[in-house]
């Protein structure tokens, strides 16, 4: 393991013990802070560039700034929202992940690495600090496990795995839903079936159902963009 490994590896051991439920939790608890003061300052919602502004100056005050990409190993690739990178150790991919899908603020980003922790455990999110993407962009650090041996899963297969674990799908299969959550962009590429046969979701979007989120990732998606 090399220098930048060891320097990442720390950090992130560092900023996984802060507070009792975690970086994601503490991260959580300041974002909902900033909404809740700007509702009562302002009767809005819309305060994501604060609460970037905020959680970028908490993360450097309490360590879990990254100012070197180079301690996330290789770039890997850049999707709609992530800048992936594979560990040096090539057992880990290291996502930037840059609040696209969030809308006006960030409650529903916090919200859905809990929701894919929930239903997809084999390929949870670990949240282990803030960093700067290569545009520039206040992202949050996400590691997840190197699927080995994988292929890309079949509609036929994310639809069978799907209603295994409870959902049903609106619009011929646009997302499924099972009255609690909502999930979209479950296409090949973000599907994929490891070499144990089983199915990794590793890079689906989740939303709360009944609060807009079709409308939301319909607007947010690059996937409709030219639409």
Known sequence: MNGDQTERLSQAGECREIGEGGLLEVA??????VLEEVKTLAGTTTCKSVQLVRLRKWAHENGCWFNNRSHFGD????????????????????????????????TSFFERIKAHNQYFPDCAYSM???????DGHVCAVLVQPYIADARLATKQEIHDEFVRLGFQPVDNGDYYTNRQHDIFDA?????????DGHLYFIDTIIYPCDTGGYETYRSLSPRFSTT
Do not use: M, P
């Open 187 to 195: 296409v090949d590429g973000n599907v994929l079936v490891g070499g």
């Open 128 to 134: 282990i600090g803030f960093a700067e993407n290569r």
């Open 75 to 106: 770039f890997f690739d850049r999707g709609s929202e992530n800048e992936a990178y594979l560990s040096e150790d090539g057992t880990e991919i290291i996502k930037l992940n840059d609040f696209r899908y969030s809308d006006d603020n960030l």
């Open 28 to 33: 959580s608890a300041v974002a909902r802070g």
